[in-house]
């Protein structure tokens, strides 16, 4: 059993319209003095995370957060403490950031030089200026066979067009019949090309030869693959930059995906899906219970829409992930 104190600490996420994040530096007279961090406090006794967030983010900044949405549960082991980091994005606020406790207040975008906009970074800070870079939405591909590539890369413009930045690419029916088709290589190389064409980025789905996985910017890897990689001590074939995320349905299986550090997880089924018909669904309440054990980003998958995607983020989900429903038709 570990000696070091554990500190329970709530965490704001403050971010304006156009994505910059509130960052604040750490008054002289506390550990860690100048670095820079998300602002927030400690969890008081029988207090919740939301009420002490509020109440932090009164005492530090001045403002009065109206919008609180839970996020990630992050686990962060100092040389002297560990620390249970609740982290909740604020999207909506009265007042204006102030700084009540002589420190400095700036706004970071993801489009900056972090090391040119402010000092040095708390440690514990790094994976979430790297998990707001996640879309709020992860489409998978639906092409079955040679035959459907024209219509898939169609519906795939429109939905890059209409924002989707992530995608993964996943044919189990067509890796079944043949694993190693040219074509179907030939269907995943098409997909990149068009996603990177927007911006998007695109990951293989572990059904797929491994290899392939350097034509895109990630592997996505089935929960039963994630679990022999962890059986057999192994890690993903991949390498940063590339994105790695892990599909999950139990607790086993976010252990999984703790344990390859991977970059997200995708977590369900949370509601009826016709892929799914004779397996029950999570439900909301079970959903946010397990993504609070993942330690990172989590999608919902299972008959999500644009729809659902608020439904999802109240109970904790970075956002959505599907195959039919995830952007409005054209």
């Known amino acids: 059993m570990s000696t070091k104190p554990y500190i329970r600490v709530a965490v704001g996420v403050v971010l304006r319209q156009d994505g910059a994040v509130l960052l604040g530096s750490r008054p002289a007279d506390k550990p860690w003095p100048h670095w820079w961090e998300l ?19 009164k005492e530090e900044i001045n403002i009065e957060a ?10 962060h082991h100092y040389p002297r403490s560990t620390v249970e980091l609740n982290f909740c994005k604020v999207t909506a606020w009265q007042g204006e950031p102030t700084p009540l406790e002589s420190q400095q207040l700036a706004w970071y975008h993801q489009d900056q030089p972090i090391e040119l906009a402010v000092g040095p970074i708390l440690p514990a800070t790094f994976p979430v200026l790297d998990w707001l870079r996640l879309p709020s939405r992860y489409l998978l591909s639906a092409i079955h066979q040679a035959d459907g590539v024209t219509a898939w890369l169609e519906r795939l413009r429109q939905a890059l067009q209409q924002g989707i930045r992530l995608v993964q ?3 189990p029916a067509w890796a079944a019949q043949h694993p190693e088709d040219p074509l179907l290589l030939d269907a995943l190389q098409q997909t990149v090309q068009l996603c990177h064409q927007y911006g998007a980025k695109c990951l293989l789905n572990s059904v ?12 996505h890897l ?13 890690t993903a074939p991949i390498s940063k930059p590339q994105l790695l995320a892990v599909s999950a349905h139990h607790s086993a299986d976010l252990q999984h995906a703790n344990q390859l550090n991977s970059d997200f997880v995708v977590l369900g089924h949370v509601l009826a899906t016709p892929s799914h018909p004779d397996e029950p669904a999570l439900g909301w309440e079970p959903f946010a219970a397990l993504a609070a054990q993942a ?23 970075h956002g959505i992930a599907g195959i039919r429903q995830l952007v409005e038709n054209p």
């Open 222 to 234: 089935r929960s039963t693959d994630a679990a022999r990689l962890v059986q057999q001590q192994q």
């Open 39 to 57: 602002p927030g406090g400690k969890i008081e006794t029988d207090e919740s995370v939301e009420h002490a967030l509020i109440r932090e983010l």
């Open 66 to 75: 109206t919008t609180v949405l839970p996020w990630v549960r992050y686990i």
């Open 295 to 317: 330690g990172r980003p989590v999608y919902a998958i299972g008959g999500q829409s644009p729809q659902t995607l608020t439904i999802a983020q109240q109970h904790g989900a």
């Open 169 to 171: 690419f996943r044919e």
């Open 208 to 219: 797929h030869p491994w290899a392939w996985a350097q034509y895109t910017d990630g592997l």
